[in-house]
C-alpha cells in the first residue's frame, strides 16, 4: 500500500512559478510510476504530466509543455512538479498518483491518489 501526500500548492499571481511535492512512503516507491493530474471546479481530472519508475520517460499535457517539468529523487520518495509561467486556467486541485513502473495519462490505470493540493493564479 502507497500512501501519497501533496505539498506546494497555493496562491501565485500569473507569470510566476510553484513547485508541488509528492511524498511518497509504504511500498518500494523506486517501482512506480507518479502521475499528476488537476481538476477545476465543474470539470473533469485532467492529465498533467507523468514519469516513469527509472525517471527516464516523462510526458505532459500540451496545455503545460514547455512550462512545466516533473522529476523524481528516488532516494526522498519524492516527486516534483516545478510549474513556471502559471496562468489562470492553471488554477485546480492537483493530484499525485502511482502506479507500478509505466506511467500513464489515463487516471483510472493509477492505483493510489493523494489529497490534492490547490493550487490558484491569479490574472
Known amino acids: 500500500q502507497v500512501q501519497l501526500v501533496e505539498s506546494g500548492g497555493g496562491l501565485v499571481q500569473a507569470g510566476g512559478s510553484l513547485r508541488l511535492s509528492c511524498a511518497a512512503s509504504?511500498?518500494?516507491?523506486?517501482?512506480?510510476?507518479v502521475g499528476w493530474f488537476r481538476q477545476a471546479p465543474g470539470k473533469e481530472r485532467a492529465f498533467v504530466a507523468a514519469i516513469n519508475w527509472t525517471g527516464s520517460t516523462t510526458n505532459y499535457a500540451d496545455s503545460v509543455k514547455g512550462r512545466f517539468t516533473i522529476s523524481r529523487v528516488n532516494a526522498k520518495n519524492t516527486v516534483y512538479l516545478q510549474m513556471n509561467s502559471l496562468k489562470p486556467e492553471d488554477t485546480a486541485l492537483y493530484y499525485c498518483a502511482a502506479r507500478l513502473f509505466r506511467s500513464s495519462d489515463y487516471p483510472g490505470s493509477y492505483d493510489y491518489w493523494g489529497q490534492g493540493t490547490q493550487v490558484a493564479v491569479s490574472s
Open positions: 509504504g511500498g518500494i516507491f523506486s517501482n512506480y510510476a
